[in-house]
């Protein structure tokens, strides 16, 4: 590390679309399309996996970036990998689907080991879209389909420097994150230490540092009129919120960023988006709550890396 120089960062960013079955709604696409490259094509280098994109996304992103972003693989509408600002896939690294869904359990993934240029080194992006909890096929458990789905990710993170990011459609605190079958996606970094000093031949994977868990709200959080008189923009509570008036839980962080914790000390901010920079885009509406109409039912996710170049 050079002294006094100061790091490059490189943004990673998830977000929903909100396109179920690759659907197409022209007028939105163009909306939001507008909206990424304002906030996205600044060129700091990004890597972004969106979920739920329909078939003409590609194309309709390179036409109004002219190619400041590209779409490297996608996964039919589950998932997509975009680059953009000079990251680029690692020279040798093929961005690829993994995972064996068995009996219409589980769901492929996208892996790939990208860098920028002068960086002097790559991380491993694994881009996911779990299942959600109404998706779960006749007699399957949703224990065992997310053991698949962990069982993928396991397999292309192999233990290198990596960042898992996309929509997880589980809360931080629900076993399919941080269980230690599954995920095991930490809150506290202290505890990563503790666990890797005491690992033993009984442990199949290390766990991963999840830095989500601060947005979880808490009780003595202020009222949205006080957050108003101190918040210019509107501030969420999560990532989805499930409108059902039953409901005892309403606000869900399903979208979220976990690191390896080789990549702890790298991360700089870590922030829930309302309004997309470089653009006039509110995603949410006064309250907090998604713009489904105009944009997503999903709010995006957005962490800063940053690196000192080698």
């Not at 998830?14 to 022209?26: H, I, K, Q, S, V």
């Not at 739920?52 to 997509?80: D, I, K, T, Y």
């Not at 839980?249 to 829930?272: E, G, M, P, V, Y």
């Not at 997309?276 to 509406?285: F, Q």
């Amino acid at each position: 590390m050079k002294e006094g120089k100061e790091p490059d960062r490189v943004h990673l960013f998830t977000w929903n679309l909100n396109f179920p079955g690759g659907r197409e709604d022209t007028e939105r696409l163009k909306r939001i399309c507008r909206a990424l490259v304002g906030h996205l094509g600044g060129g700091t280098p990004v890597i972004a996996a969106f979920q739920e994109v329909p078939e003409a996304f590609e194309q309709e992103l390179m036409a109004v970036s002219n190619g400041q972003l590209q779409v490297v693989q996608r996964l039919s509408h589950h998932v997509a990998l975009v680059v953009g600002g000079g990251a680029r896939p690692a020279q040798g690294s093929q961005v690829c689907a993994i995972g064996s869904p068995k009996g219409g359990i589980g769901r492929r993934i996208l892996v790939g080991d990208f860098t920028v240029e002068g960086l002097g080194r790559s991380i491993r992006v694994i881009a996911v879209h779990h299942p959600s909890k109404m998706e779960l096929p006749p007699g399957a458990s949703r224990g065992g389909r997310m053991l698949t789905c962990a069982d993928a990710v396991r397999e292309a993170w192999n233990g290198v420097p990596a960042v898992i990011l996309g929509d997880l459609n589980a809360n931080p605190y629900e076993d399919e994150v941080a269980g230690r079958d599954w995920l095991w996606g930490l809150r506290d970094r202290a505890d990563i230490s503790r666990v890797r000093e005491g690992r033993n031949a009984v442990d199949l994977h290390p766990p991963l540092w999840n830095p989500m868990w601060r947005f979880l709200p808490e009780a003595g959080w202020p009222s949205l009129k006080e957050e108003a008189a101190h918040h210019s923009q509107p501030l969420a509570r999560g990532t989805f919120h499930w409108h059902d008036d039953k409901a005892s839980l309403k606000w869900h962080l399903l979208d979220q960023i976990l690191l390896s914790a080789d990549l702890a000390d790298q991360l700089r901010t870590l922030r829930i988006l309302t309004t997309l920079d470089g653009s006039n885009a509110c995603l949410a509406k006064p309250s907090g709550i998604p713009d489904k109409n105009m944009y997503s039912d999903h709010l995006p996710v957005q962490a800063a890396m940053a690196f000192h170049k080698e």
